[in-house]
């Protein structure tokens, strides 16, 4: 069987991404905000056409970032204007236009 760098530089990647995403205690690390899962799940439940669970999901996610923060956010506006877009796609998706 024949050594291979690849192979070895591709553990070694993969042994840090792990190492990246977990605690000292080897507990998960969270390395995305929770609203960022939200939208995610909000987008993914329109890729599937179940627009009710869109919608909650989208009211779930206006929730979260209307809220008062706990603490300073520099994502805020971004966080924002993803929400806008959001409930620009659900719309869409409500009301499709009819091309002729």
């Known amino acids: 069987m024949e050594h291979d760098i ?3 530089v591709e553990d ?10 977990t605690t000292p205690t080897g ?4 390395t995305r905000r929770l609203s960022d899962k939200v939208l995610v799940a909000f987008h993914h439940a329109c890729d599937t ?6 919608e ?21 506006r971004r966080s924002i204007e993803g929400l806008v877009a959001a409930h620009e796609r659900l ?8 091309e002729t």
Do not use: F, Y
Request: hydrophobic share 40%; aromatic share 2%; no cysteine.
């Open 6 to 8: 690849e192979d070895d």
């Open 12 to 21: 070694l990647v993969a042994s840090r991404d792990v190492a990246r995403e």
């Open 27 to 30: 507990l998960p690390r969270h």
């Open 49 to 54: 056409s179940d627009l009710e669970i869109a």
């Open 56 to 76: 909650h999901l989208l009211n779930i996610l206006e929730l979260m970032l209307t809220r008062r923060p706990t603490h300073a956010d520099g994502n805020r």
């Open 91 to 98: 719309w869409h998706l409500r009301h499709p236009t009819v």
